[in-house]
């Protein structure tokens, strides 16, 4: 009787034992399995990035380089549709369909010429992105492609503006500007906001773009000399039209720079 007993004790301790390992095995095995559909996921999204890279147009792979000279792209400043939280595409044009705009540049480039710039776009590649060749007629060709790839049913046919830099710098208007400024009153604090969020991109201490001077540990201007700065553009640094960067804001920002430098 005790034999049989022991023997049904033996069996509920080796069905026991087995069902424990099935179980632990199974957790091992389900564990293993997601891990492996993790990685399977990480790898599809690596290709999948690696692959839009290797199909992305010409144009668009242009429109996002960075300039070796300074490490400034397109797409910095403009936007194709896709990029408009970049902090200074609210400043200037978008690309959308400018290869069939009827100026670009506010009047510099007119009719063929629109398309034959690539929409302006050569200025920038010299002016702004300080490349030392000029843009190549497949670079061109390229960029345009990719404006009309981008471009809204209802894209305007021109893009106007107030500025006094373009089609030529009017230094008449400029003072006339300079001492509208300086005759108002600067918030330095609206300014610092105004300043990161259209300068800091290039003149914070965060900032990657390579060959700019750093305004605020150097800054040794007044209101005239910003004023100059940001209704004209000077060398790579681009001009704010003033229903992008009005007056009062071209002042609070005078005022920041001025407090910052202990002036």
């Known amino acids: 009787m005790k034999t049989v007993k022991f023997f049904y004790v033996y069996i509920y301790i080796l069905c026991f034992v087995l069902t424990s390992v099935i179980i632990i095995s199974c957790g091992k095995e389900n564990k293993s399995n997601q891990t492996t559909s993790q990685e399977t996921k990480d790898d599809t999204t690596r290709k999948k990035s690696a692959d839009q890279k290797t199909t992305d147009s010409p144009g668009k792979q242009l429109f996002y380089t960075k300039s070796s000279e300074n490490n400034i792209a397109c797409a910095d400043c403009h936007s194709d549709g896709t990029n408009s939280g970049t902090a200074l595409t609210k400043y200037f044009s978008n690309i959308q369909g400018a290869d069939k705009r009827t100026s670009t540049y506010h009047g510099k480039f007119k009719g063929g010429e629109v398309t034959a710039n690539a929409g302006g776009a050569t200025v920038c590649w010299q002016e702004y992105m300080r490349m030392k060749t000029s843009m190549s007629e497949a670079q061109i060709k390229f960029m345009n492609e990719y404006y009309a790839s981008t471009a809204l049913t209802d894209a305007l046919p021109e893009l106007t503006y107030e500025t006094i830099a373009l089609p030529v710098k009017d230094k008449s208007k400029l003072k006339e500007e300079q001492k509208a400024i300086m005759e108002l009153k600067g918030d330095p604090a609206n300014g610092e906001k105004m300043f990161n969020n259209s300068c800091g991109f290039c003149h914070s201490e965060n900032s990657t773009v390579k060959k700019v001077p ?50």
């Open 214 to 263: 750093g305004v605020l540990e150097e800054f040794e201007g007044n209101v005239k000399s910003i004023t100059f700065n940001v209704r004209l553009g000077d060398g790579a640094m681009p001009f704010f039209k003033k229903n992008v960067l009005s007056n009062q804001e071209v002042a609070d920002i005078s005022a920041y720079l001025l407090k910052n430098s202990g002036q």
